[in-house]
C-alpha cells in the first residue's frame, strides 16, 4: 500500500537558495541554501514552511491567509516579485528557486521588508471617504446611492491588497525614495472617483506633488507585477487626466444621491427562494 502511495506522490528535490540577514548577528546578507523535498501542488510557502519545520526554524518571513488576500508573503522568487502563496514550486523551476525579501524595501530580517514608508505614504493620500460635511459620515440618517456604473469607476482599484510588489517592481521607487508610490497613489484614484467621496481637493497636495504622480515614468512595471489585476499604471494616468480636466475646468463628477423614495420602494426578485428560517 505504501509503495503505491509513493508512486502516485512523486517527491522532487529542490534547491531553495534563500537570503538571510539578522541585524542583530550579520554584517551583510547572504544566501543560504536548503534542499527541498517537494511533491506535486506544494507552493513556495509550503516550501518555506518545511524549511523551518525540517531544517531551519531560525528562518523569518511574513505569512497568513495562504490563498493569496493578505498580501502578507510577498517576495522575490526567482527574479520576479510574486506571493509565495500562490505559486507552485513546480511551476516555477523544477531545480532551483531563489528567494529574497522584496526590492526596494529595507530588510528588517530574512525575508521580512520594511513597510513602515509604505504605510506611511498610504495614509497621506488619505485613503477614506471625505465628505464636506462630517455630520453626514458621523451621523448618517441613510444610505448613498451608487449604480452600478459609478461604482464600475473605482472597483477594479479597491481590489488592491496592498502587497508592496508594485513598488518592488517599479523602477522610480528604486531611485526615488520619496516618490509616493503605485499603491498609495492607485488609492488616492480609488476615492477620488468614488462617486460619494468629495476630497479631491484635499488629496491634491500629496498626489500632484513633484514626488507624486508626475514623477511616474509610466514603465507599467507594476501592473504587470500585480497579482490581482489591479493596474496601478492606469490608476496613475487616471489621476493626470483628472488634473488636465481640472486644469481647464472640465473635470465632471456626479453628486452623491441619497437614498430616494423610489429607491426605497424597491422589492426583492419573487423568483429567488427565501432564506430558510432561523435555527436560534
Same mark, same amino acid.
Given at each position: 500500500?505504501?509503495?503505491?502511495?509513493?508512486? %502516485?506522490?512523486?517527491?522532487?528535490?529542490?534547491?531553495?537558495?534563500?537570503?538571510?540577514?539578522?541585524?542583530?548577528?550579520? %554584517?551583510?546578507?547572504?544566501?543560504?541554501? @536548503?534542499?527541498?523535498?517537494?511533491?506535486? &501542488?506544494?507552493?513556495?510557502?509550503?516550501?518555506?514552511?518545511?524549511?523551518?519545520?525540517?531544517?531551519?526554524?531560525?528562518?523569518?518571513?511574513?505569512?497568513?491567509?495562504?490563498?493569496?488576500?493578505?498580501?502578507? #508573503?510577498?517576495?522575490?522568487?526567482?527574479?520576479?516579485?510574486?506571493?509565495?502563496?500562490?505559486?507552485?514550486?513546480?511551476?516555477?523551476?523544477?531545480?532551483?528557486?531563489?528567494?529574497?525579501?522584496?526590492?526596494?524595501?529595507?530588510?528588517?530580517?530574512?525575508?521580512? /521588508?520594511?513597510?513602515?514608508?509604505?504605510?506611511?505614504?498610504?495614509?497621506?493620500?488619505?485613503?477614506?471617504?471625505?465628505?464636506?460635511?462630517?455630520?453626514?459620515?458621523?451621523?448618517?440618517?441613510?444610505?448613498?446611492?451608487?449604480?452600478?456604473?459609478?461604482?464600475?469607476?473605482?472597483?477594479?482599484?479597491?481590489?488592491?491588497?496592498? #502587497?508592496?510588489?508594485?513598488?518592488?517592481?517599479?523602477?522610480? #521607487?528604486?531611485?526615488?525614495?520619496?516618490?509616493? &508610490?503605485?499603491?498609495?497613489?492607485?488609492?488616492?484614484?480609488? @476615492?477620488?472617483?468614488?462617486?460619494?467621496?468629495?476630497?479631491?481637493?484635499?488629496?491634491?497636495?500629496?498626489?500632484?506633488?513633484?514626488?507624486?504622480?508626475?514623477?511616474?515614468?509610466?514603465?507599467?512595471?507594476?501592473?504587470?507585477?500585480?497579482?490581482?489585476?489591479?493596474?496601478?499604471?492606469?490608476?496613475?494616468?487616471?489621476?493626470?487626466?483628472?488634473?488636465?480636466?481640472?486644469? @481647464?475646468?472640465?473635470?465632471?463628477?456626479?453628486?452623491?444621491?441619497?437614498?430616494?423614495?423610489?429607491? %426605497?420602494?424597491?422589492?426583492?426578485? /419573487?423568483?429567488?427562494?427565501?432564506?430558510?428560517?432561523?435555527?436560534?
Amino acid at each position: 500500500m505504501e509503495n503505491s502511495k509513493q508512486t %502516485k506522490e512523486t517527491v522532487n528535490n529542490v534547491i531553495f537558495e534563500v537570503l538571510r540577514y539578522n541585524p542583530e548577528t550579520d %554584517k551583510k546578507p547572504r544566501l543560504e541554501e @536548503y534542499t527541498v523535498k517537494v511533491t506535486k &501542488g506544494m507552493t513556495v510557502l509550503d516550501g518555506l514552511n518545511w524549511i523551518k519545520e525540517n531544517l531551519d526554524n531560525t528562518l523569518a518571513w511574513r505569512s497568513s491567509c495562504r490563498m493569496g488576500v493578505c498580501g502578507s #508573503c510577498a517576495m522575490f522568487i526567482n527574479g520576479r516579485a510574486r506571493l509565495a502563496c500562490n505559486n507552485q514550486i513546480m511551476h516555477i523551476n523544477t531545480k532551483k528557486l531563489v528567494i529574497k525579501p522584496l526590492p526596494n524595501f529595507a530588510i528588517i530580517r530574512d525575508l521580512v /521588508p520594511d513597510f513602515e514608508d509604505f504605510f506611511e505614504k498610504h495614509r497621506t493620500i488619505k485613503p477614506f471617504l471625505i465628505r464636506k460635511k462630517a455630520e453626514e459620515l458621523d451621523n448618517p440618517g441613510n444610505e448613498f446611492f451608487q449604480s452600478p456604473e459609478e461604482l464600475a469607476n473605482y472597483i477594479q482599484f479597491a481590489y488592491c491588497i496592498k #502587497c508592496g510588489i508594485c513598488l518592488a517592481a517599479c523602477p522610480t #521607487c528604486a531611485t526615488d525614495d520619496r516618490f509616493t &508610490g503605485p499603491m498609495a497613489l492607485t488609492q488616492g484614484w480609488r @476615492y477620488v472617483s468614488d462617486s460619494r467621496d468629495e476630497g479631491a481637493e484635499e488629496r491634491e497636495q500629496e498626489l500632484f506633488s513633484r514626488h507624486g504622480v508626475w514623477r511616474c515614468h509610466f514603465a507599467g512595471a507594476c501592473s504587470d507585477a500585480c497579482p490581482k489585476g489591479v493596474d496601478p499604471a492606469m490608476a496613475i494616468q487616471l489621476l493626470k487626466r483628472d488634473m488636465f480636466f481640472k486644469q @481647464y475646468e472640465k473635470r465632471k463628477k456626479s453628486p452623491a444621491r441619497r437614498e430616494t423614495e423610489e429607491s %426605497k420602494e424597491w422589492k426583492p426578485n /419573487p423568483d429567488i427562494p427565501k432564506p430558510p428560517d432561523p435555527t436560534v
